[in-house]
Nanobody, 122 residues
Protein backbone atom coordinates (compact mmCIF):
# COMPACT_ATOMS: atom_id res chain seq x y z
CA UNK A 1 0.00 0.00 0.00
CA UNK A 2 1.02 3.57 -0.64
CA UNK A 3 -0.04 6.59 1.38
CA UNK A 4 0.26 10.30 0.70
CA UNK A 5 -0.25 12.56 3.69
CA UNK A 6 -0.44 16.33 3.38
CA UNK A 7 0.21 18.90 6.09
CA UNK A 8 0.64 22.64 6.43
CA UNK A 9 -2.75 23.98 5.48
CA UNK A 10 -4.57 26.56 7.52
CA UNK A 11 -6.01 30.05 7.67
CA UNK A 12 -3.92 32.98 6.47
CA UNK A 13 -4.57 36.58 5.55
CA UNK A 14 -4.29 37.78 2.00
CA UNK A 15 -0.67 38.51 1.16
CA UNK A 16 0.58 35.89 3.57
CA UNK A 17 2.44 32.65 3.01
CA UNK A 18 1.98 28.95 3.69
CA UNK A 19 4.10 25.92 3.06
CA UNK A 20 2.39 22.64 2.27
CA UNK A 21 4.19 19.34 2.65
CA UNK A 22 3.36 15.85 1.48
CA UNK A 23 5.11 12.67 2.52
CA UNK A 24 4.78 9.46 0.54
CA UNK A 25 5.14 6.16 2.35
CA UNK A 26 4.59 2.49 1.70
CA UNK A 27 5.74 -0.04 -0.83
CA UNK A 28 7.56 2.37 -3.14
CA UNK A 29 9.92 1.33 -5.90
CA UNK A 30 10.17 4.67 -7.66
CA UNK A 31 8.25 7.96 -7.73
CA UNK A 32 7.84 9.77 -11.04
CA UNK A 33 5.89 13.01 -11.28
CA UNK A 34 4.66 14.64 -8.10
CA UNK A 35 2.21 17.48 -7.96
CA UNK A 36 -0.22 19.65 -6.10
CA UNK A 37 -3.82 20.11 -7.15
CA UNK A 38 -6.60 22.12 -5.59
CA UNK A 39 -10.35 22.10 -5.54
CA UNK A 40 -12.45 25.06 -4.51
CA UNK A 41 -16.11 24.68 -3.56
CA UNK A 42 -18.25 24.18 -6.64
CA UNK A 43 -15.25 23.92 -8.93
CA UNK A 44 -13.33 21.10 -10.54
CA UNK A 45 -9.99 19.94 -9.25
CA UNK A 46 -7.18 21.75 -11.02
CA UNK A 47 -3.43 21.40 -11.31
CA UNK A 48 -1.43 23.94 -9.30
CA UNK A 49 2.14 22.72 -9.81
CA UNK A 50 3.98 19.66 -11.05
CA UNK A 51 7.55 18.45 -10.60
CA UNK A 52 9.08 15.56 -12.51
CA UNK A 53 11.57 13.04 -11.21
CA UNK A 54 14.22 15.14 -12.98
CA UNK A 55 12.91 18.18 -11.09
CA UNK A 56 11.47 19.99 -14.08
CA UNK A 57 8.53 22.08 -12.94
CA UNK A 58 5.27 23.26 -14.43
CA UNK A 59 2.86 25.75 -12.88
CA UNK A 60 -0.68 26.86 -13.47
CA UNK A 61 -0.80 30.45 -14.66
CA UNK A 62 -2.44 31.41 -11.36
CA UNK A 63 0.55 30.01 -9.43
CA UNK A 64 3.43 31.35 -11.51
CA UNK A 65 5.63 33.78 -9.63
CA UNK A 66 3.91 33.10 -6.30
CA UNK A 67 4.21 29.35 -5.67
CA UNK A 68 7.28 27.11 -5.71
CA UNK A 69 7.17 23.33 -5.82
CA UNK A 70 10.10 21.23 -4.64
CA UNK A 71 10.80 17.61 -3.81
CA UNK A 72 13.22 15.60 -1.73
CA UNK A 73 13.72 12.24 -3.37
CA UNK A 74 15.60 10.85 -0.38
CA UNK A 75 12.67 11.59 1.91
CA UNK A 76 9.87 10.98 -0.63
CA UNK A 77 8.39 14.38 0.01
CA UNK A 78 7.01 17.18 -2.12
CA UNK A 79 6.45 20.70 -0.84
CA UNK A 80 4.55 23.71 -2.12
CA UNK A 81 5.70 27.10 -0.90
CA UNK A 82 2.90 29.59 -1.42
CA UNK A 83 3.34 33.33 -1.06
CA UNK A 84 1.33 36.44 -1.86
CA UNK A 85 -1.77 34.39 -1.19
CA UNK A 86 -5.12 35.63 -2.45
CA UNK A 87 -8.67 34.79 -1.35
CA UNK A 88 -9.13 32.97 -4.66
CA UNK A 89 -6.41 30.53 -3.57
CA UNK A 90 -8.84 29.19 -0.97
CA UNK A 91 -9.34 25.50 -1.66
CA UNK A 92 -8.54 21.99 -0.53
CA UNK A 93 -5.03 21.19 -1.75
CA UNK A 94 -4.23 17.63 -2.76
CA UNK A 95 -0.90 15.93 -3.18
CA UNK A 96 -0.55 13.64 -6.19
CA UNK A 97 2.15 11.24 -7.31
CA UNK A 98 2.76 8.66 -10.02
CA UNK A 99 4.40 5.73 -8.31
CA UNK A 100 5.91 2.43 -9.26
CA UNK A 101 5.30 0.11 -6.35
CA UNK A 102 7.57 -2.77 -5.38
CA UNK A 103 4.81 -5.15 -6.41
CA UNK A 104 4.38 -3.61 -9.89
CA UNK A 105 7.61 -2.10 -11.09
CA UNK A 106 6.67 -1.74 -14.75
CA UNK A 107 3.43 0.26 -14.61
CA UNK A 108 2.94 3.36 -12.47
CA UNK A 109 -0.26 4.14 -10.62
CA UNK A 110 -1.57 7.53 -9.58
CA UNK A 111 -2.07 8.16 -5.89
CA UNK A 112 -3.77 11.01 -4.05
CA UNK A 113 -3.63 12.36 -0.54
CA UNK A 114 -6.76 13.24 1.38
CA UNK A 115 -6.17 16.95 1.08
CA UNK A 116 -5.44 19.90 3.33
CA UNK A 117 -7.59 23.00 3.59
CA UNK A 118 -6.12 26.38 2.74
CA UNK A 119 -8.25 29.41 3.54
CA UNK A 120 -7.15 32.91 2.63
CA UNK A 121 -9.08 35.75 4.23
CA UNK A 122 -9.39 39.16 2.64
Amino acid sequence: QVQLVESGGGLVQAGGSLRLSCVVSGSIFRINDMGWYRQAPGKERELVALITSGESTNYADSAKGRFTISRDNAKNTVDLQMSSLKPEDTAVYYCNAKIYTRQLRTLPSTYWGRGTQVTVSS
